[in-house]
């Protein structure tokens, strides 16, 4: 969606360039984390004048099985771009395909965040800084002022936050 519109695009473009530039300014390429992150990962790349390169979660299954699409180089120093962060999966298999390829993940940088405690933790124990535009709590308490949620259904949102997995067991039983 953020995409679509221009003026809010060029934002999140240099919002997260800053966040490169203040947090890794060692950074000497930009990977997005294929697919959502190659379009902000590049829009931010072209911002701050460095390479960019992107990264499946996994490697191809077919043609030259690439994980890495676009040069890389031994010792690059990458800053990894998605959109939104839930669980951390394909941020980690991402960067295990970097690392694997002999380039340096020095941090990622994404427009969302749920926050979820197991991401949280898997990229704590990879030893990867994580940066994010807005999270889950930002995006609650606007929508409280802007009048998208009521206050009786923040605690269903916060049950959420805390177990996605029991949140979603007991939203299907309804």
């Known amino acids: 969606m953020v995409l679509s ?3 809010i695009r060029n934002f ?5 360039a800053t966040l490169v530039q203040t947090h890794f300014p060692n950074a000497t390429r930009i990977a997005g984390i294929a697919t959502a992150g190659i379009a902000h990962g590049i829009l931010i790349a072209e911002k ?39 669980t951390g999966k394909s941020s980690i ?4 395909g970097v690392q694997h390829a002999g380039a340096n993940v020095v941090g990622i940088v994404a427009l969302f965040t749920y926050g979820f405690a197991h991401a949280k933790e898997q990229f704590s124990n990879a030893g990867v800084p994580v940066f994010t535009l ?13 009048g998208y949620i009521r206050a009786s259904e923040l605690s269903a949102i916060q049950q959420f936050a805390e177990n996605p997995s029991k949140w979603s ?3 299907n039983k309804l």
């Open 5 to 7: 519109y221009p003026e």
């Open 134 to 146: 807005t999270d889950l709590p930002m995006l609650t308490k606007v929508a409280m002022e802007e």
């Open 12 to 16: 999140a473009a240099e919002e997260l």
């Open 169 to 171: 067991e007991e939203f």
């Open 93 to 96: 298999q991402a960067m295990d």
């Open 48 to 86: 701050l004048g460095l390479p960019f390169c992107y990264v499946r979660p996994e490697a191809k299954k077919h043609g030259l099985k690439n994980q890495v699409e676009g040069e890389m180089n031994p010792g690059d120093k990458i800053v990894m771009v998605e959109d939104l962060i839930s």
